[in-house]
């Protein structure tokens, strides 16, 4: 059974950064590519950032770009979103996500339950 | 404002039809395969649709997808107030480099 844990979400001030954690679990982690898709509250789904299954291929929206890093660890079954300089406007359910294919092609198969992150001063 | 364009809402009686559409362009659904995402209130995103019309494991055929040029459409026959839920489309697109997702439709089960 795949499962996808989040976790490091929290409230934070303006400014400052988060790393978000994601844990694996019941597939082969590096056989496929992970996104990060987050809701602010109300509001429809945003990708945020994807990478490939071997982590050589990173992509990121507009809206994060320069700002947030994805990253994994392959031998941790575990992806990361690195957050600096969050915004009021980065409030959000973070979900991490189980992508069908090796490369980033945001076709996600299993989602996680999703975090809460709230920029807020 | 997003990349796809889905209708914010659509209605049906219990047991009838409702399609949802989701318009893109060549750098996206015209050239990529479309998922489609069933969020129940409260939960996380499901997969419903895949490949633009394949169902995974455990969906009833009761959901349908289809694709046609840059458009791309979701059907839920016999539809259920357990159907009520947010519906988004996604795909990649091909000149952003990055995944994009309609603005979702909310289905009401009169």
């Known amino acids: 059974e795949v499962q996808l844990l989040e976790s490091g979400g929290g409230w934070v001030r303006p400014g400052v950064s988060l790393r978000l954690s994601c844990e694996a679990s019941?597939?082969?982690?590096?056989?496929?590519?992970m996104s990060w898709v987050r809701q602010a509250p109300g509001k429809g789904l945003e990708w945020v950032s994807g990478?490939?299954?071997?982590?050589?291929?990173?992509y990121y929206a507009d809206s994060v770009k320069g700002r947030f890093t994805i990253s994994r660890d392959n031998s941790k079954n575990t992806l990361y979103l690195q957050m600096n300089g969050l915004r009021a406007e980065d409030t959000a359910v973070y979900y991490c996500a189980k992508d069908r294919f090796y490369s980033s092609t945001c076709h996600l198969d299993f989602w996680g339950q999703g975090i809460l992150v709230t920029v807020s001063s | 404002q997003s990349v796809l364009t889905q209708p914010p809402s659509v209605s049906a009686a219990p047991g009838q039809k409702v399609t949802i559409s989701c318009s893109g362009s060549?750098?996206?659904?015209?050239?990529?395969?479309v998922s489609w995402y069933q969020q129940l209130p409260g939960t996380a995103p499901k997969l419903l649709i895949y490949d633009n019309n394949k169902r995974p494991s455990g969906i009833p055929d009761r959901f349908s997808g289809s694709k046609s040029g840059t458009s791309a459409t979701l059907g839920i026959t016999g539809i259920q107030t357990g159907d009520e839920a947010d519906y988004y489309c996604?795909?990649?697109?091909?000149?952003?480099?990055?995944?994009?997702f309609g603005g979702g439709t909310k289905v009401t089960v009169l």
């Open positions: 019941g597939f082969t982690f590096s056989t496929y590519a």
């Open positions: 996604g795909t990649w697109d091909s000149s952003l480099s990055a995944g994009v």
């Open positions: 060549s750098s996206n659904i015209g050239n990529n395969y």
């Open positions: 990478i490939s299954g071997g982590g050589a291929s990173t």
